[in-house]
């Protein structure tokens, strides 16, 4: 991106990129993917839950389920040479399987059903990394329609796994909208659980790909919309990573990397894959080489974990616009601007920015990281898009430490709200005039009090 070319003229650039990749397969094998796994998610859900309905009024080892249950394990199978993993996630009255939603005859009560029966359990989908035999099938329809126990959905997946039942997974219950809840409603989402959520959904994608299974993508997305909907604040970047540093640092580089791309007037549709992006980004180190299934094995070094990521997205099945921007993205987040091979696309650079920033600040103190951003502008990173970063983070980029004139100690964790208050964000007070910490956290606005200066960690 050069200097006075606007980010609306370089997200052009960046989808003509993509429409290139795209052009055969949009035009051909997604459509045709979307347009199978409808018909084929159709007769899936339906013999599922036939089979679970079977149970209220058959014992499993009637005759009665011979033919629904193979023809169950023989969609199953069609399926996973299809799509690798299989996601179903239910949500209110729609269900998706993998990325694409799948539509039910309206008389119909089977995600109605479905939703109950997970529910039950406390689930609210289902992964199947690999297809079940009759047998298994029978295992689970059983286990699925029987009584829950003690947190429901763990002990299911215990019942399963005991059983030999290793193939699914449950996925946990997730809010896309409340029935009845209007626009405003839905914009006011707890920023405190839309975070718990993006991380669960970061670590269980985490963990899914250590195991060499497929992620659910969509609750990642999903988790991502809710961190928009309930607004992007400094104190996203502060989030503490002591329990689970990989996810903690996906979480504030996808934040800051949304906080960018709105910055740069990008749709709230891109900003939402950037999002996603973001927490994919350091996927790559989740791949073994080398290793089997029951051997530890080791990450990727450094150099290779972004080919390694890409890679690793390459196995979701299908071509759609959201998956190529992911794997471009995870594939780029490491090169510089000037890079003699090619220039990243513009989800790349920002991520780099965003993840460089991040990683510094956590090293040496958001101070020095934005001072070492300004220096690589131009060279290392886009100067716009690290315009964007010092405009949006201000004098005192979150995570600051301040010491006012009152003998206060205060940390930033406001984002600038005006040309006016460039220098002086919101913060929270650490240690009180007299040297102690405040029994809870108390805001102040430091556009109503003298900075000292930075203070000593």
Same mark, same amino acid.
């Given at each position: 991106?050069s ?5 609306g ?5 960046a989808?003509?990129?993509? =429409?290139?990749?795209?052009e ?6 997604d459509?045709?993917?979307a347009a199978l796994? /409808?018909?084929e ?6 013999? %599922? ?11 499993l080892?009637n005759?009665a389920?011979d033919?629904?249950v193979?023809e169950l394990?023989s969609m199953m199978?069609?399926?996973?040479k299809?799509?690798g993993?299989?996601?179903?996630v ?6 998706y399987?993998?990325?694409v939603?799948v539509?039910?005859?309206s008389?119909?009560d089977?995600?109605a ?7 039950h359990h ?7 990394h690999e297809a ?5 099938i029978r295992i689970?329809?059983?286990?699925l329609?029987?009584?829950?126990g003690?947190p ?10 005991a ?6 997974q449950l996925l946990g219950?997730?809010?896309f909208?409340v029935?009845g809840e209007?626009?405003?409603a839905l914009n006011q989402?707890?920023? &405190?659980? &839309?975070e /718990?959520?993006?991380?669960s ?7 899914n790909?250590e195991?060499?299974?497929m992620?659910n993508?969509l609750p990642?997305?999903r988790a991502v919309?809710?961190? %928009? ?11 503490d990573g002591?329990e689970?540093?990989?996810? &903690? ?7 800051l990397?949304?906080?960018l791309?709105e910055?740069l ?5 891109s900003?939402?894959?950037?999002g996603v992006a973001?927490?994919f ?8 080489e080398?290793a089997t299934?029951?051997?530890?094995g080791?990450?990727?070094p450094f150099a290779r974990?972004?080919?390694?990521g890409a890679?690793?997205?390459m ?5 759609h616009?959201?998956?190529?921007? /992911?794997?471009?993205?995870v594939l ?16 790349g650079?920002i991520l780099?920015?965003?993840?460089d920033?991040?990683?510094l600040?956590?090293s040496?103190?958001p101070?020095?990281a934005?001072?070492h951003m300004?220096g690589?502008?131009g060279s290392l990173?886009d100067?716009?898009?690290v ?6 983070l201000?004098r005192?980029?979150p995570g600051?430490l ?13 984002f ?11 913060a929270?007070?650490?240690l =009180?005039a007299?040297?102690n910490e405040p029994?809870q ?5 430091? &556009?109503?009090h003298a900075?000292?200066?930075?203070a000593r960690a």
């Amino acid at each position: 991106m050069s200097e006075t070319a606007g980010p609306g003229d370089d997200l052009t650039r960046a989808q003509a990129h993509l =429409d290139r990749s795209l052009e055969k397969s949009n035009l051909g094998g997604d459509r045709a993917l979307a347009a199978l796994l /409808r018909e084929e998610g159709q007769a899936f859900l339906s013999l %599922m839950v036939g089979c679970l309905r079977m149970t209220r009024v058959h014992a499993l080892d009637n005759d009665a389920f011979d033919k629904p249950v193979a023809e169950l394990e023989s969609m199953m199978r069609r399926l996973a040479k299809l799509l690798g993993a299989v996601h179903v996630v239910v949500v209110e009255d729609q269900v998706y399987l993998n990325d694409v939603r799948v539509r039910l005859d309206s008389r119909s009560d089977t995600v109605a059903e479905l939703r109950r029966q997970l529910a039950h359990h406390g689930a609210g989908g289902l992964s199947f990394h690999e297809a079940m035999s009759e047998e298994e099938i029978r295992i689970f329809v059983r286990l699925l329609s029987g009584p829950a126990g003690d947190p429901p959905r763990v002990a299911l997946a215990q019942a399963m796994q005991a059983k030999g039942v290793t193939q699914v997974q449950l996925l946990g219950t997730f809010r896309f909208r409340v029935s009845g809840e209007g626009g405003e409603a839905l914009n006011q989402v707890d920023g &405190a659980m &839309a975070e /718990r959520r993006g991380r669960s959904a970061i670590t269980e994608a985490w963990s899914n790909l250590e195991r060499q299974r497929m992620p659910n993508p969509l609750p990642v997305r999903r988790a991502v919309g809710e961190m %928009m909907k309930a607004g992007l604040d400094g104190e996203g970047l502060l989030l503490d990573g002591a329990e689970n540093p990989h996810g &903690a640092h996906a979480m504030r580089v996808s934040k800051l990397a949304m906080v960018l791309s709105e910055s740069l007037g990008l749709s709230s549709g891109s900003q939402q894959d950037l999002g996603v992006a973001g927490l994919f980004h350091d996927i790559g180190y989740a791949n073994r080489e080398g290793a089997t299934k029951t051997e530890p094995g080791h990450s990727p070094p450094f150099a290779r974990h972004a080919t390694a990521g890409a890679r690793l997205l390459m196995k979701q099945r299908g071509f759609h616009e959201s998956k190529i921007r /992911r794997m471009l993205a995870v594939l780029e987040h490491h090169l510089d601007l000037q890079d003699p091979v090619a220039t990243p696309t513009l989800f790349g650079r920002i991520l780099r920015v965003a993840e460089d920033f991040d990683n510094l600040s956590q090293s040496y103190g958001p101070n020095r990281a934005m001072r070492h951003m300004v220096g690589g502008s131009g060279s290392l990173y886009d100067p716009v898009i690290v315009q964007a970063l010092v405009n949006r983070l201000g004098r005192w980029p979150p995570g600051s430490l301040l010491e006012l004139e009152s003998g206060q100690v205060v940390v930033c964790t406001g984002f600038v709200r005006d040309p006016d208050r460039f220098a002086t964000p919101m913060a929270s007070v650490v240690l =009180d005039a007299d040297g102690n910490e405040p029994s809870q956290p108390s805001p102040i606005d430091l &556009a109503n009090h003298a900075i000292k200066g930075p203070a000593r960690a």
